[in-house]
């Protein structure tokens, strides 16, 4: 998700710390850390219900379903092989529980750990109706780049009646009939070349893809920089001082507290600890020097 907290460095995020990832209930925990927007993974089943699950191909839902028990005999290596039907009868939680991925089960209550258990596969529409109800954002990646799959999640997002600026547009394919059909919507780029292009101001890359210079350039132009994946409350801090408008992280219950960076060093105090330094590294090699005269 993106945490956009009520401070300086804002957040996309989910709490796939502290529940199953891509489920309601991530979502729901996640409204409490203050994030500015939900991020997502959206795929369409066999009838055309668009729904979240980041696993796709080979890996498509046995990370994180009990597909292989409800499921032993279907084709399970593209996202349109079950309907929405048979997508609901998946349970999306227990592995959460049983496999404990970020050791943080410890941390739920039973009643939590109950919730976690009953998750399901969320329908994309399900996502809509919350972040409508919260005003908060939705940006997500397109697991298909099928222009039919475009074309449908286009017509759910309309349909769901979410304003359109809070749609974070970021698939790259199909994009200007996106824009065509949906001018409303936030279209976000995931380089630098392809936004100037089209003449933009919302780039949402890896928190390594940009240096500090670089994104303090880019906010010089007014550009909404977003970084992914934020997790670390130091890597946090980094993003913050390098002047990200926002990051994405699975732990906005980890760094939603934050309001300063962890450590800061005003200029005057860097020159001052820099010019002592450097001095005090000459009078040690001169005193070298004299001794081994």
């Known amino acids: 998700m993106l945490l956009c907290p009520h401070y300086v460095a804002p957040v996309l995020s989910t709490i796939a710390n502290l529940a199953p990832e891509n489920t309601m209930m991530s979502f729901r925990r996640s409204v409490g850390c203050n994030v500015t927007a939900f991020e997502t993974d959206v795929q369409l089943s066999k009838d055309r219900v668009p729904y979240l699950m980041h696993d796709h191909g080979s890996h498509f839902l046995r990370r994180t379903t009990d597909v292989l028990q409800k499921f032993p005999r279907k084709d399970l290596n593209h996202s349109t092989n079950l309907t929405w039907e048979e997508l609901q009868e998946l349970n999306a939680g227990d592995w959460f529980l049983n496999t404990d991925p970020f050791c943080s089960v410890s941390q739920l209550s039973e009643q939590e750990k109950k919730t976690a258990r009953n998750q399901s596969v969320p329908s994309l529409l399900q996502l809509l109706d919350l972040a409508k109800t919260h005003n908060t954002s939705v940006i ?154």
């Not at 449908?152 to 359109?164: A, E, F, Q, R």
């Not at 409350?233 to 980094?238: D, E, K, T």
């Open 140 to 293: 997500f990646d397109l697991k298909n780049d099928d222009n039919n799959d475009t074309n449908d999640i286009v017509k759910t997002i309309l349909n769901s009646g979410i304003p359109h600026d809070k749609i974070l547009w970021l698939p790259p394919t199909h994009r200007e009939d996106v824009k065509k059909v949906a001018p409303g919507f936030k279209q976000v780029y995931d380089n630098v070349s392809a936004m100037n292009i089209d003449g933009a101001d919302h780039l949402n890359v890896k928190y390594s893809a940009l240096s500090a210079a670089e994104i303090g350039e880019l906010r010089k132009r007014n550009v909404s920089v977003n970084l992914w994946v934020v997790n670390e409350p130091w890597l946090f801090s980094l993003m913050w001082c390098s002047g990200a408008s926002s990051v994405t992280t699975n732990a906005c219950s980890v760094l939603q507290d934050k309001n300063q960076p962890d450590w800061t060093m005003g200029p005057s105090t860097y020159r001052c600890i820099w010019i002592t330094v450097d001095l005090g590294s000459l009078l040690i090699m001169f005193a070298l020097f004299i001794l081994k005269r």
